[in-house]
């Protein structure tokens, strides 16, 4: 089986990049890393150029896990997005970072992690920075 570490370019996704591969070597896995753009959405805090690219890889090398990353792009669901990654690429644990976040923040602006945790088909691990 596979993890799966949804990674955002912030201290939070560093969290989940940690805990992720050092989970996939425990359980004798690869990884997957995936970014996902929003389509029609700009998109430059989700791409990674190639030095981000190679420092992910390098964080997967750090504990001996073999990873490669993945950016599809998804429209308003991105829980639908995990759930289908995980299910065609054979993942059976998800990892991502969390932010701390007021009630009051996340009632207005909603949170992705928290859809994440709730509708996710596989388990979910969270990493804080």
Known sequence: MTVLIGYLPAPEGKAALEVGFREAHVRGTDAIVITSPRKGAPDVITKLNEQARED??????????????????????????????????????????????????????????????????????????
Do not use: M, W, Y
């Open 56 to 129: 992910i890889l390098a964080v997967a090398e750090k504990h001996n896990v073999q990873a490669r990353i993945e950016q599809p792009t998804h429209e308003d669901d991105l829980v639908g997005t995990f759930n289908e990654f995980a299910a065609e690429h054979g993942c059976d644990l998800i990892v991502i970072g969390l932010r701390k976040r007021s009630a009051i923040g996340k009632f207005i602006l909603g949170s992705q992690a928290q859809r994440i945790l709730l509708e996710a088909d596989v388990p979910v691990l969270t990493a804080k920075a």
